[in-house]
């Protein structure tokens, strides 16, 4: 599969990038890093320009990230009683989002992107629990966006060397949510720290 995915995007190019994200998004068997990071890898050869091989992935991540989120909010579990099999979806799935929705709440669609196991999950989720579009289409695409720039960033960078990403996608994908968790911790404590201030006339 992953060896027709990067014939697909060298014979396509952008939009062999943005359909097979759409699809990877949704929930198919797509090799969504290293697809990106294969990207970044064109670019660098001069196949693909920057900025379009990123509003492709961004594109084809967002529509696809909708495309769940709608399924969720419109169907819940009858889809994934019906077709949840196609989609690699099943309710143990959907619990673990919904776990990892809860206790990190919308910020689970950011940071979701870059959890193995939970990218694909996290819109149904929020679509089963009926977050508001506006909300989730900030938390969603800015997700998109990090997540996207991030891998083309790295294959692009790296060169020749993109394999190296492949190899150590859980270890990267880690690292990032990690960051991405203590960013908007300390972000949450300096907004609730400000907050006190001005109500005690600071």
């Known amino acids: ?55 492709a992935a961004f594109l084809g991540s967002a529509c696809g990230i909708t495309l769940s989120y709608t399924l969720g909010r419109t169907f819940g579990l009858k889809l994934i009683h019906r077709y949840g099999r ?23 669609l950011t940071i979701g992107y870059f959890i193995p196991g939970v990218r694909h999950f996290t819109a149904y989720a929020a679509g089963m629990s009926e977050l508001e579009w506006p909300t989730f289409a900030v938390y969603a695409y800015s997700g998109a966006v990090i997540w996207a720039g991030t891998f083309i960033g790295l294959g692009y960078l790296l060169g020749e060397r993109w394999k190296t990403v492949q190899a150590n996608v859980d270890h990267i994908a880690l690292g990032i949510t990690i960051a991405a968790v203590v960013a908007a911790g300390g972000y949450w404590a300096w907004s609730k720290w400000r907050r006190s201030r001005r109500a005690d006339g600071v």
């Not at 995915?5 to 759409?22: C, E, M, N, P, R």
């Not at 309710?91 to 809860?102: M, N």
């Open 86 to 108: 196609y989609l690699r979806i099943t309710e143990a799935h959907v619990e673990k989002a919904h776990s990892f929705f809860r206790k990190a709440g919308h910020w689970s």
């Open 1 to 55: 599969m992953e060896q027709l995915v990067l014939a697909w995007i060298t014979q396509y190019g952008y939009v062999a990038i943005f359909s097979l994200l759409v699809l990877g998004i949704v929930g198919l068997p797509v090799p969504d890093e290293t697809l990106l990071t294969f990207t970044g890898y064109l670019v660098f050869q001069g196949h693909l320009s920057l900025g379009g091989a990123f509003l």
